[in-house]
């Protein structure tokens, strides 16, 4: 690493700094110092964030490096209002090792290869070339965007001000994500517990974001050995190809997707949230509940949907409409550069063969289920009306249909509903309105069955990590003496069950390679020379030479394969990037079946005229020929490239790269008239 790389790091992670200083001032109203410290890098990133995308998006600035760095100083008096207070510190130390911890991580599998990062890395670095608003799907060019892409917009932010490279940002980003998860875990829970011990609230706020599910550790008392197999398959424990993904393995996996990036600012807005449902409400509470609220929408849009069922269900315990209602006016400001008019969404109900069974839940829940055992039997018993009989036939009907979907899910949410109704507070409630939403999640699906069941059950790691840690925690300062060492005995089980889990898997991935290159770098694209010497050097030329947003025509080809590989490495937007991909985020199927047409037609059709007319009407500047196109579309197409009409720009071992030259010579075409061409 240079020396200008770890300057540029420094400078990262110092913006964050100055972000987090501002915002603590508010925060203390509402909360400890402490806990403000801990709410306070994810809150003044966003609200940084915002700013910024409401001036770019209304086209008053420009995302500019040098545009982003004066709004940083002319913001930067403000610290003479910020007070950091010696608590606040406290979080400070938190945040420091987790930081480093992750980097450490990264640098042991730097590559950006493999799972979604194609996807991930080709958004980052569209949005760090993108200066103005509104962006287009660098999977479809010229196509507008409609696709939750606030959190790529706010890691350009920081690539930008910082002037780190995204090579060695990408991996950077990921332990950012993972050090603001656990900070604002730790808040959440401390916002619930104010007076307790604040090791334990440390403790329990490291246990959610870094636990493994039970799953690790039966696939290895099974026979499975320790590998990253292992690992893999801990994350589909669900019906047919549905992921289980929980939040240490999202962190070790590394794909920087919205699912993963918005994590923090869930947490962010859910400890808002539980604020203005037990503390005297307050305007600027709501106001800034509403800010965190809005921006899950662009952030990830099913973190939005959690949050605000839970909001409907808040309102309905303690009827706070008016300022509910006023951090619904707010969210909807926020996140106004967002709403645009959208297709309907589908949903529909899930059939018998894709239900999860109780015994499939545990393997993914059951840590917290086992946390919260104690605590909600002993609510339970302790409340004079409630008698603990009819649990015992519950269990038994659990015992019997635990497997025969969705009986056994109905049994054991009943179960804890039933469990929770002996305590009004809030962590039950959350337990309650959980087990409600499994019960939802297994007989209905929206948009489709595996994003529903792959970004909900995320959803309640966390609500369930919080309720119950909460719970436990609340339980445990009343215990004594003998009472104490018993339940210290009983949540070490499932602790060192899970724990060993998160040991094994942070080894087999660090031992893991996806890819061949360098170890011990952050340099997320280092293995390119290693596998592709004359590609990497075409990237590098792009990168460095090729300013703002040119379309680039590269092969086409299914998912998670080698393809839209430059598009990845360099942000410029490509003619059409995975399918499936990019049909989700509303692309016209026989729009793009066009784009595939086109591709074809320009790298195989001999005619120059034919291959102009389509480059015109998508608007390309530069086409890639290398080793993927010549194998797909060798022939005696390629050969037009030499034609004057094409001017090789760069070209590096078996990899070319064209720039195309129109002249006066070439047809005038309207607008999209190569849409009429299909296959």
């Given at each position: 690493m240079t020396l200008t790389v770890a300057?540029?790091?420094?400078?990262?992670?110092?913006?964050?700094?100055?972000?987090?200083?501002?915002?603590?001032?508010?925060?203390?109203?509402?909360?400890?110092p402490f806990i403000g410290a801990c709410l306070s890098r994810p809150f003044g990133l966003l609200l940084f964030t915002v700013l910024v995308w409401h001036l770019n998006s209304i086209h008053i600035i420009d995302a500019t490096p040098q545009t982003l760095r004066l709004i940083l100083l002319a913001i930067a008096p403000a610290l003479l209002w910020a007070r950091r207070r010696g608590e606040s510190f406290q979080a400070l130390f938190l945040w420091v090792p987790t930081v480093v911890g992750f980097l450490i991580l990264r640098s042991l599998e730097p590559a950006i290869y493999g799972g979604e990062k194609t996807m991930d890395f080709s958004f980052l670095n569209y949005f760090v070339r993108l200066e103005t608003l509104p962006p287009e799907d660098p999977w479809a060019a010229r196509h507008p965007m409609s696709y939750y892409y606030l959190g790529y917009y706010l890691f350009s932010l920081l690539h930008k001000i910082s002037g780190l490279d995204t090579r060695y940002g990408y991996n950077v980003a990921v332990a950012t994500v993972a050090a603001l998860l656990v900070t604002s875990l730790t808040g959440a829970i401390a916002s619930l517990l104010p007076a307790a011990n604040k090791k334990a609230v440390i403790v329990a706020g490291l246990a959610i974001a870094l636990m493994s599910n039970p799953e690790v550790i039966r696939l290895l008392l099974d026979g499975r050995p320790p590998s990253f197999d292992t690992f893999w398959e801990s994350s589909r424990v669900f019906t047919g190809d549905n992921f289980s993904e929980y939040l240490v393995w999202s962190l070790l996996f590394g794909d920087l997707h919205p699912h993963l990036m918005v994590l923090p600012f869930t947490v962010l807005a859910l400890t808002l949230l539980f604020r203005l449902f037990t503390a005297p409400p307050s305007l600027l509470l709501s106001v800034l509940f509403g800010s965190a609220w809005g921006t899950l929408l662009p952030l990830n849009a099913w973190d939005f949907i959690t949050v605000s069922l839970l909001v409907g269900t808040f309102t309905i315990?303690?009827?706070?409409?008016?300022?509910?209602?006023?951090a619904g006016i707010v969210a909807l400001l926020t996140t106004y550069p967002f709403l645009t008019t959208r297709e309907g969404i589908e949903w529909g109900f899930v059939s018998i063969s894709e239900t999860n069974s109780v015994g499939m839940v545990l393997r993914m829940l059951g840590g917290w289920f086992a946390v919260l055992t104690l605590p909600l039997l002993a609510g339970f018993r302790k409340t004079p009306h409630l008698s603990p009989l009819p649990l015992l036939p519950l269990?038994?009907?659990?015992?019997?249909?635990?497997?025969?979907?969705?009986?056994?899910?109905?049994?054991?949410?009943?179960?804890?509903?039933?469990?929770?109704?002996?305590?009004?507070?809030?962590?039950?409630?959350l337990i309650s309105f959980s087990a409600s939403v499994i019960v939802v999640v297994e007989l209905f699906y929206l948009i489709d069955r595996t994003n529903t069941v792959f970004k909900i059950y995320l959803h309640l790691w966390l609500l369930l990590g919080i309720a119950s840690?909460?719970?436990?925690?609340?339980?445990?300062?009343?215990?004594?003496?003998?009472?104490?060492?018993?339940?210290?005995?009983?949540?070490?089980?499932?602790?060192?069950?899970?724990?060993?889990?998160?040991?094994?898997?942070?080894?087999?991935?660090?031992?893991?390679?996806?890819?061949?290159?360098?170890?011990?770098?952050?340099?997320g694209m280092a293995?390119?020379?290693?596998?592709?010497?004359?590609?990497?050097?075409?990237?590098?030329?792009?990168?460095?030479?090729?300013?703002?947003?040119?379309?680039?025509?590269?092969?086409?080809?299914?998912?998670?394969?080698?393809?839209?590989?430059?598009?990845?490495?360099?942000?410029?937007?490509?003619?059409?990037?995975?399918?499936?991909?990019?049909?989700?985020?509303?692309?016209?199927?026989?729009?793009?079946?066009?784009?595939?047409?086109?591709?074809?037609?320009?790298?195989?059709?001999?005619?120059?005229?034919?291959?102009?007319?389509?480059?015109?009407?998508?608007?390309?500047?530069?086409?890639?020929?290398?080793?993927?196109?010549?194998?797909?579309?060798?022939?005696?197409?390629?050969?037009?490239?030499?034609?004057?009409?094409?001017?090789?720009?760069?070209?590096?071992?078996?990899?070319?790269?064209?720039?195309?030259?129109?002249?006066?010579?070439?047809?005038?075409?309207?607008?999209?008239?190569?849409?009429?061409?299909?296959p």
């Open positions: 300057l540029s790091i420094a400078l990262w992670f110092l913006t964050i700094e100055l972000l987090a200083l501002l915002s603590l001032r508010p925060l203390t109203y509402i909360f400890t315990y303690n009827r706070r409409f008016v300022h509910l209602s006023l269990v038994i009907v659990i015992l019997v249909v635990g497997e025969i979907p969705p009986l056994g899910i109905l049994s054991l949410c009943v179960a804890v509903i039933l469990l929770t109704s002996a305590d009004k507070t809030l962590p039950s409630l840690s909460v719970l436990f925690l609340r339980w445990f300062s009343e215990l004594r003496g003998e009472q104490r060492r018993w339940a210290i005995r009983f949540i070490a089980l499932p602790a060192l069950w899970c724990g060993a889990g998160t040991v094994i898997s942070v080894a087999v991935v660090a031992k893991s390679e996806w890819v061949e290159g360098p170890r011990f770098t952050l340099d293995y390119l020379a290693s596998i592709n010497p004359g590609e990497a050097e075409v990237v590098t030329y792009l990168r460095e030479k090729v300013k703002g947003t040119p379309v680039i025509l590269e092969a086409w080809g299914g998912p998670y394969g080698p393809y839209t590989r430059i598009t990845q490495n360099t942000g410029l937007p490509t003619l059409l990037g995975w399918e499936i991909h990019v049909g989700q985020r509303g692309v016209p199927k026989n729009e793009i079946e066009a784009r595939k047409s086109a591709i074809h037609q320009i790298y195989t059709n001999s005619s120059v005229q034919s291959a102009l007319t389509l480059l015109k009407s998508y608007h390309v500047e530069y086409i890639v020929v290398g080793g993927i196109e010549r194998e797909r579309y060798g022939g005696p197409g390629l050969a037009k490239f030499e034609l004057p009409q094409f001017e090789k720009v760069y070209e590096s071992g078996s990899t070319s790269l064209y720039r195309v030259t129109f002249g006066e010579q070439d047809l005038q075409l309207p607008p999209g008239s190569a849409q009429l061409i299909l």
